[in-house]
């Protein structure tokens, strides 16, 4: 009668409760630690916790309450959560569970129960909501349950309305740039362009002063300021602007000042700009056009009014989408194409006199090529595509029968001898039939010590003849799961083993797994056209580079060549073997690629017209 009374009180004013929740505004950490706090009070419980699923799938505590005290043991029903974590996300379903402490009797009824809630969001399960309940009726934890699903739903409004409000802002983000692009494309010349630009993002970002620069060598030269048709350059507003904005394209990073202790960058050129005109908060972003710096953003504001994180994000995206716009406008506004050809010609007629300086030009640089193709010597190549082979490798079976649980790799990873997990097989059984073995191996120990104090030596031995007993076969589920983490006993690359889509399918034991191929004996095999095998011989030396890394050359010296040609997309070609003369980890087995033989040096008219020449002969026998 106590407990049912208890229960039909409830909390004081459920409904405040609930209210405060929906119109929480803080952060999460903190929302977590209220809506822990109003479960409690709403479902009766005496204590709670969230658990989510973490790397690995190990359980992480994200709040507790009421919070434990520094370094303070964690109870046994946050352990006993913790384990039962894995089923209940499997499940989806709620689950009740006994509490056991360590100071009741061996078959007392629990005093307390563990109710255990699934956290879903996005359409899974991502973690568990965990409660104490002291109760042992049946109707008293099925209330307190039904109480406790129904506050579930609180966490996903809030994480509902969090995406929402980050939603409106990357809208309002992304509208802000797109209207500075729509002033911008106003304009047809880049001095008005430039005047639009700065006016634009001084208005949306409420901005004292804002000042557009253009990279010109080395240095910046301002070419636009808000709210502002013309200045004098000799000014030193103008001097301070334009060394900050160098400062920001000399380290090619956004610079803030005031600058937080743990910028990576120098804000000395901003802090004069806001000590001398301010005091003002400064944000200089450089304008990316590709790899390009065309110019630099300066933005003041008042220093009261420092840039948030919102703005920085929303400038950062109008400068990266007005970036080329900018530019393109500041290079066609000034036809740097006829200037450069003027020049160009300038410097011609004063070479070889002022009459036909283009036909002379082109006579010179005509003659130039020709004679450094016939004299001038580079390295001949042989180039071929390649593919790389493995020496050795390792094949690695399934120790004893049983369910896939978890694939950590694919084909391709490379793994480190005795330290990568390659997968997980399910132990769930094991660990079951472990549990069962441990309580009757307690039972027989305990029988064992009832006939010693009763000084019945038979009973005692055959009781602990048992218990012995059932602790080898508690070993030998040891070794069995020792084993359900499958590693490699050498060091490379996982070649054959796409087990993912076999997840939670059954293996028997020596069934293979994975076959993992070592790194450090790797060779390559060349395909080389039968017109230019004759070309190589063993011994040469050249460079090879994959599809997956064209930028990372490594050497390698021809070892054999094979005497059989094959026929492959219908060209016989020959394998050459290589080996690497440097150890790279930069290859796996099956990688592609290109190699180049160096065959010698020759004349660059020899190596570009030998293919033309040598199908000449092939035509007109000469």
Not at 116 to 138: E, W
Not at 222 to 249: H, W
Not at 564 to 577: S, Y
Request: aromatic share 6%; charged share 25%.
């Amino acid at each position: 009668m106590t407990q049912h009374a208890h229960i039909n009180a409830g909390p004081a004013n459920p409904a405040a409760i609930v209210d405060e929740l929906v119109g929480f505004q803080g952060p999460p950490e903190e929302f977590l630690r209220r809506l822990l706090s109003a479960q409690c009070q709403l479902g009766l419980a005496e204590a709670g916790s969230v658990l989510r699923t973490g790397e690995g799938g190990r359980p992480e505590v994200l709040a507790v309450h009421p919070e434990p005290a520094q370094g303070a043991t964690a109870p046994v029903w946050l352990a006993q959560a913790a384990e039962a974590m894995t089923s209940v996300v499997e499940s989806g379903q709620t689950a009740v569970l006994p509490v056991h402490s360590t100071e009741e009797l061996y078959g007392q009824n629990a005093s307390q129960h563990l109710v255990i809630l699934p956290l879903r969001g996005g359409g899974q399960v991502r973690g568990i909501s965990a409660f104490v309940l002291s109760h042992n009726d049946t109707t008293v934890l099925d209330q307190c349950r039904e109480r406790l699903e129904l506050t579930v739903t609180l966490l996903s409004l809030y994480e509902m309305r969090l995406s929402l409000q980050r939603r409106q802002g990357d809208l309002d983000v992304f509208a802000g740039a797109m209207s500075v692009c729509a002033a911008i494309n106003e304009h047809q010349r880049f001095k008005a362009a430039a005047i639009a630009f700065c006016n634009e993002i001084a208005n949306r970002w409420h901005a004292e002063r804002v000042s557009l620069g253009i990279q010109r060598g080395a240095y910046i030269k301002l070419q636009a300021m808000s709210q502002t048709e013309q200045f004098n350059r000799k000014m030193q507003l103008v001097q301070d602007i334009e060394s900050a904005m160098e400062e920001c394209m000399d380290q090619q990073i956004e610079v803030i000042h005031p600058a937080p202790p743990e910028a990576p960058y120098i804000a000395r050129a901003s802090a004069r700009l806001s000590d001398k005109h301010g005091p003002i908060s400064v944000c200089s972003l450089p304008l990316r056009r590709g790899d390009e710096t065309v110019g630099v953003l300066t933005v003041e504001r008042p220093a009261d009014r420092p840039l948030n994180l919102r703005d920085a994000e929303g400038l950062r995206l109008t400068c990266n989408l007005c970036a080329a716009l900018i530019g393109n406008l500041h290079d066609t506004d000034r036809w740097i194409g006829a200037k450069l050809a003027a020049t160009a010609k300038r410097a011609g007629a004063a070479l070889v006199g002022p009459r036909h300086t283009w036909a002379k030009l082109t006579a010179v640089g005509v003659s130039a090529v020709l004679i450094f193709l016939v004299f001038a010597k580079g390295t001949y190549k042989v180039d071929a595509p390649f593919i790389v082979e493995a020496q050795q490798g390792r094949v690695i079976s399934a120790p004893f029968d049983g369910y896939i649980k978890q694939v950590n790799v694919d084909p391709g990873d490379k793994v480190v001898a005795g330290q990568t997990v390659l997968a997980q097989l399910e132990t769930a059984e094991l660990r079951l039939r472990r549990a069962s073995l441990t309580a009757e191996q307690q039972r027989f120990l305990k029988e064992a010590d009832l006939a010693r104090r009763e000084n019945k030596v038979v009973e005692v031995q055959i009781a602990q003849h048992q218990a012995d007993k059932v602790e080898a076969d508690i070993e030998e589920i040891d070794y069995w799961l020792s084993r359900a983490d499958i590693v490699s006993e050498v060091s490379g690359v996982v070649v054959e083993g796409d087990l993912k889509r076999r997840e939670g399918q059954v293996l028997s034991k020596g069934d293979v797994m994975f076959e993992v191929a070592q790194l450090d004996d790797l060779r390559a095999r060349l395909e080389v056209s039968e017109d230019r095998i004759a070309d190589i011989n063993e011994g040469m030396t050249g460079d090879m580079a994959t599809a997956a890394q064209p930028g990372v050359y490594l050497r390698f010296e021809v070892e054999r060549i094979e005497p059989m040609a094959q026929v492959k997309e219908q060209k016989n070609v020959f394998g050459v073997r290589v080996r690497l003369l440097e150890p790279s980890d930069k290859l796996s087995p099956g990688m592609a690629g290109v190699a180049k033989i160096d065959a010698g040096k020759r004349s660059y008219a020899w190596i570009w017209s030998r293919q033309a020449v040598n199908w000449l002969r092939m035509k007109l026998w000469f």
